[in-house]
């Protein structure tokens, strides 16, 4: 794997979009593989957390959608969180404040995804 390549990635990331307070490359078990938090996210609450949620959203698309997990987003007053699918072991998470859009969130997340899944393997 690589780990340089891939924090560059959440880095560049975090960089690049407005509003991105944390990226994170999660494999689906939860563990964190890569991460570009802010000082006041701790990623180790975040580990369990993430790896519920995407348990849910893969039981759900199969489920309900009857095809494999893309991307979702939960949306609040004072943030968001945008999760897309990472190859087929990992996602990448967002956390951004409100004032991120989500067409910009998607529009740079996809292709960091798609980078980082790139490096996986």
């Not at 968001?80 to 991120?100: E, M, R």
Request: proline share 2%; no cysteine.
């Amino acid at each position: 794997m690589h780990e340089d390549q891939i924090k560059a990635i959440l880095h560049g990331l975090n960089r690049s979009t407005p509003g991105i307070e944390a990226s994170l490359l999660i494999s689906s078990d939860g563990s964190i593989i890569s991460s570009a938090l802010s000082t006041d996210i701790e990623d180790d609450d975040l580990g369990a957390m993430i790896a519920i949620l995407l348990s849910l959203g893969k039981h759900m698309a199969a489920g309900i959608i009857r095809g494999d997990f893309e991307q979702a987003m939960i949306r609040g007053k004072a943030g968001n969180v945008l999760v897309i699918q990472a190859g087929t072991d990992a996602a990448l998470w967002t956390i951004t404040s409100n004032t991120t859009s989500a067409d910009t969130l998607f529009q740079s997340a996809g292709p960091a995804a798609r980078a980082a899944a790139g490096l996986l393997h």
